[in-house]
């Protein structure tokens, strides 16, 4: 979380917008919550602050990690099943908090 191992500035690159997450012409309202930086994702959430995260669908297999610096607390996971993104809006409430599911999970069901 700290960018142990880079140089500060890649470390502020990697986290810092770049732009919409969304490539369709009339993005969804969930689209509107999650930007790039480099090689992340970045959601911006009214409960927990700005929400790096990086998933993984290799047809079966699926993995997802998120970090949450409000929290200091960082969720990782992999699954061997194609519906493995389901767990999302299970999982990340009984770990950070969080009421309202994160914009993240329709995002990622999208993809």
């Known amino acids: 979380m700290e960018g ?29 919550h999650i930007e790039w930086g480099l090689g992340v994702g970045i959601e911006h959430n009214d409960e927990l602050g700005d929400i790096y995260f990086h998933w993984g669908d290799n047809w079966e297999f699926k993995n997802l990690f998120v970090v949450v610096p409000k929290q200091n607390k960082f969720i990782v996971y992999f ?17 950070f908090g969080n009421a309202k599911p994160l ?7 999208e993809q």
Not at 103 to 109: L, P
């Open 4 to 32: 142990k191992g880079l140089k500060p500035e890649t470390h502020k690159l990697m986290l810092t917008p770049t732009g919409i997450a969304s490539s369709k012409a009339d993005p969804a309202e969930f689209d509107k």
């Open 79 to 95: 699954t061997n099943c194609p519906s493995g993104h389901t767990i999302i809006d299970m999982l990340m409430p009984v770990y």
């Open 103 to 109: 914009n993240m999970s329709s995002w990622i069901a």
